[in-house]
């Protein structure tokens, strides 16, 4: 299955934490993208995390105040608001302009998936990136981030030990390729296995 013609293809970008079930930001999703995005023609990099805060910047459009409240404090919008924001930003693109995009950190929960499929198609793979705990801990104290915060950092570890992992499952129960690349490794080395997976 793909995403309709008038759209990109997409490919999600999610992580898993190794000994704890799924995973928290520190794993290198970005990271790995944004090397892919400079070495591979054609392909877009899209921070879901992104998109909400800009949506939040505007008081006035719709669903602001509910991302403002939720953002803070590490709680998933839910899916028809994600899918409002994204769908709206993808629109802005065809096949032509971005062949394929990378969507960071989409779906968080089986709701999002869903809401994604029913209004915008379906993607074809996701990469899992797995990692352990104590490497996304250092690399997360490594960068700063508002919301980066212990208290934060706690609410998205268990989002996502609770929603990450079943949305995962979702997406190959239905026939949605999942390859899991281990993102613990740095340099070339971690992001050939990265380019390999999006091969």
Not at 6 to 27: D, E, K, Q
Not at 48 to 76: C, Y
Not at 79 to 106: K, Q
Not at 165 to 181: F, M
């Amino acid at each position: 299955m793909s995403t309709p013609t008038s759209l990109p293809t997409i490919i999600f970008i999610l992580a898993l934490l190794t000994g704890y079930a799924s995973g928290p930001p520190g794993s290198g999703k970005s990271f790995l993208c944004k090397q892919a995005v400079g070495r591979i023609p054609g392909l877009k990099h899209v921070v879901m995390s992104d998109l909400l805060h800009e949506a939040k910047k505007n008081a006035s459009a719709p669903h602001a105040e509910e991302i403002a409240r939720k953002l803070p404090t590490g709680t998933l919008v839910g899916g028809e608001v994600a899918i409002s924001i994204l769908g709206d930003f993808l629109r802005t693109f065809t096949p032509d302009s971005a062949p394929t995009i990378l969507l960071d950190g989409f779906p968080r929960n089986i709701e999002q998936a869903q809401a994604f499929e029913k209004n915008l198609g379906f993607a074809l793979a996701t990469i899992s990136l797995t990692c352990s705990a104590a490497t996304c801990k250092k690399r997360r104290e490594e960068r700063a981030r508002q919301d980066d915060s212990p208290e934060t950092g706690d609410a998205r570890y268990q989002g996502h030990l609770d929603d990450t992992v079943p949305a995962i499952e979702y997406l190959r129960r239905n026939n949605i390729r999942v390859v899991e690349v281990s993102s613990e490794k740095t340099g070339d080395e971690g992001y050939l296995d990265f380019a390999d997976a999006l091969m």
